[in-house]
């Protein structure tokens, strides 16, 4: 397992942000602290929040083994990981803000998630003529 981070991937968020620039897709913002929850990325003209979760820390069930080493202490921590992501999709969404999770492996993979999120992006430019 990697060294311990507060928040995100950087690997993660900088292949998120060359996909952007190759898609020319602009108008995202990082982290914002105007927005809760600071997503990883967010469209202000499109009130569109994206959080790329890691698969470890958020326990994707495609990639997720718990350790053996400490169970209780990894359950806690990702349990009150996944509460934060509910109540942070919560919140965000009785604003009005759409938001749009991605797992790290669907960065990594390219999957159809990932071209999924493009489409909506792409959608809401469109109707929002951002
Ligand atoms: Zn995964």
């Known amino acids: 397992m990697s060294r311990i981070r507060g928040r995100g991937n950087r690997s993660t968020e900088r292949a998120m942000t060359a996909l952007f620039r ?3 897709i602009t108008g995202w913002r990082r982290h914002p602290a105007y927005v809760f929850g600071r997503p990883d990325f967010y469209f202000s ?9 890691g698969c470890f820390w958020h326990a994707c069930s495609r990639c997720f083994k718990m350790p053996a080493q400490n169970r209780s202490f990894w359950e806690e921590k990702i349990r009150r990981n996944r509460r934060r992501d509910r109540l ?5 969404n009785a604003g009005g803000i759409r938001v749009l ?3 790290e492996h669907d960065l990594e993979r390219r999957t159809r ?4 999120l493009f489409s909506v992006l792409r959608a809401r430019s469109a109707v929002l003529g951002a």
């Open 45 to 53: 003209q499109l009130r569109t929040a994206i959080f790329i979760d």
């Open 22 to 24: 190759s898609n020319r």
């Open 113 to 116: 998630r990932l071209s999924y």
């Open 88 to 92: 942070v999709a919560r919140t965000l």
């Open 101 to 103: 999770r991605l797992w």
